[in-house]
């Protein structure tokens, strides 16, 4: 008696024994079918034998097998058997040297629970589809808005830190932004954010100064149901949490109370946290980046901030140069916030008087960036459209030369240098007084229309 099995034996064993109860079919790189169980061709109302080497689209018209063999992939689908019971159908791709050289389609159920599982399936497939609709769009509300390219500026100065931040982006060390208020810190935590690895993660966003002071540590660490009066149901996930696998920003972290600081300090440490009420650890993968308006290392000479949280944020120092110290840099910001201003007002200012654009060049700007822009924005809805002129700053130009004067405290200056400061000063205040209006200008400072147009050329007013 023959004691062995011939690899053709057992696989027709398999094939058969396996698929008793199930449908089952082969076939070729040619769609032809090259084995099918008897199952199936009973429920065809065929010999197995007299279907062999046909094309399977001839013997089973609605196939999905000739789609799956082209694209190489496998499938699960609804399928209708020919004596019309629905079954959910495998579609298994062969594939030898990277080619696709055959299919295998078999359904092993063909019950209602089948159309139950499927009809299961399908829900789970639209919820997940949109789980990650919903993930795509809170992505978009929860990353970082700007990047390296939004920060204006090509000075030597500018170039350096934005290098820096190219540097620092690639790691996920903590970094401690300082700078004068005004001057942009938050572009730069966004930038950063941007520019690294975690950027398709969630940058959250905290202004420790904005927060009341017994709200703000469950707004960091968040807090669990019940644990103080109004918290909601089920609880709340704090900034912590939400920034997992990105970025938190904590803007102002000067402005911290003491008590706060340690559990923060705890939470950089050891990576982990509980929430408000709670007793579960959790530990969030964040990079921390945070701004500091004020020196904090005599904050910490102070009592007023602890020495080691100081030490643990300041890993990598990060400092935004203040608008004088890089006033090169003025005509590509009045540009580029001239732009901004006109697609948010609807606008159409198209550019600033030359002598203007030196004026701002000579300011000491204590506002920084931040007062350049109001000042444009407020000169803007002045003149609406066209180009900005010195009657269109209004209340700026004193100040400005106010800046311009208190600067020059202590620098020897002649009769005649004095006399064109104060009377370039008094003719623009005039024009601002009429709004540009020169004849009426003129009749103010008690001189010739003609004689005022000479000095306003003179003076590059």
């Known amino acids: ?40 061709a009973k429920i065809l109302n065929r010999e197995a034998k007299e279907i062999i080497g046909r094309p399977v689209v001839e013997i089973v018209p609605n196939t999905y097998i000739p789609i799956v063999r082209q694209k190489g992939n496998p499938e699960v689908r609804l399928f209708t058997l020919f004596n019309g019971e629905k079954v959910v159908a495998s579609y298994v791709p062969f594939i030898k040297d990277k080619k696709v050289v055959g299919v295998f ?17 399908d829900i789970i497939a639209r919820l997940n589809d949109e789980m990650n609709q919903f993930k795509n769009e809170l992505q978009k509300l929860r990353g970082s808005k700007y990047s390296l390219n939004n920060i204006i500026g090509s000075s030597v100065k500018m170039q350096g830190t934005k290098e820096l931040v190219k540097k620092v982006a690639q790691t996920k060390s903590t970094v401690l932004i300082t700078g004068e208020t005004g ?38 660490f968040g807090y669990e149901e019940g644990a103080f009066s109004g918290a909601k149901k ?60 004020r020196n904090l290392r005599e904050l910490v000479e102070k009592g007023e901030f602890r020495e080691d949280l100081y030490y643990r944020i300041n890993v990598v120092s990060l400092y935004v140069p203040p608008l004088r110290e890089r006033l090169d840099d003025i005509p ?96 623009i205040n005039a024009l601002n007084v009429t709004k540009g209006n020169k004849k009426r200008a003129s009749e103010i400072l008690q001189i010739d229309r003609s004689i005022l147009y000479k000095k306003i050329q003179r003076y590059k007013i």
């Open 183 to 220: 001057t942009g810190k938050e572009l730069f935590a966004h930038a950063i954010h941007q520019a690294s690895h975690r950027s398709h993660h969630p940058f959250i966003a905290l202004n420790c100064a904005a927060i009341p002071r017994e709200l703000i540590e469950s707004e960091l």
């Open 332 to 427: 590509d910001l009045v540009r580029h916030l001239i732009n901004k201003i006109n697609r948010e007002l609807g606008l159409n200012i198209t550019g600033i008087h030359k002598g203007i654009l030196e004026s701002f060049q000579g300011y000491h700007w204590p506002g920084n960036v931040r007062e350049l822009e109001h000042i444009l924005e407020r000169a803007a809805n002045f003149a609406l459209s066209g180009e900005l002129q010195s009657y269109h700053f209004e209340k700026f130009v004193p100040r400005l030369f106010d800046g311009v004067i208190k600067e020059s405290i202590g620098k020897p200056m002649n009769l005649n240098e004095q006399k064109v400061r104060m009377e370039r000063e008094a003719i």
């Open 105 to 121: 389609a078999y359904s092993s159920v063909n019950t209602t629970e089948c159309l139950n599982t499927l009809s299961t399936m």
């Open 234 to 293: 089920g609880g709340k996930p704090g900034k912590f949490e939400l920034a997992h696998q990105g970025t938190l920003f904590l803007d102002e972290i000067d402005q911290l109370p003491l008590p706060l600081q340690s559990k923060i300090l705890r939470a950089i440490q050891e990576k982990e946290f509980e929430r408000v009420g709670g007793t579960k650890n959790i530990r969030p993968d964040i990079r921390l980046i945070c701004t500091s308006n």
């Open 1 to 40: 008696m023959k004691e062995t099995l011939t690899s053709n034996e057992i696989h027709d064993l398999i094939f058969d024994s396996l698929f008793k109860m199930t449908v089952a079919i082969v076939t070729d790189s040619q769609d032809r079918i090259a084995a099918v169980n008897d199952h199936y």
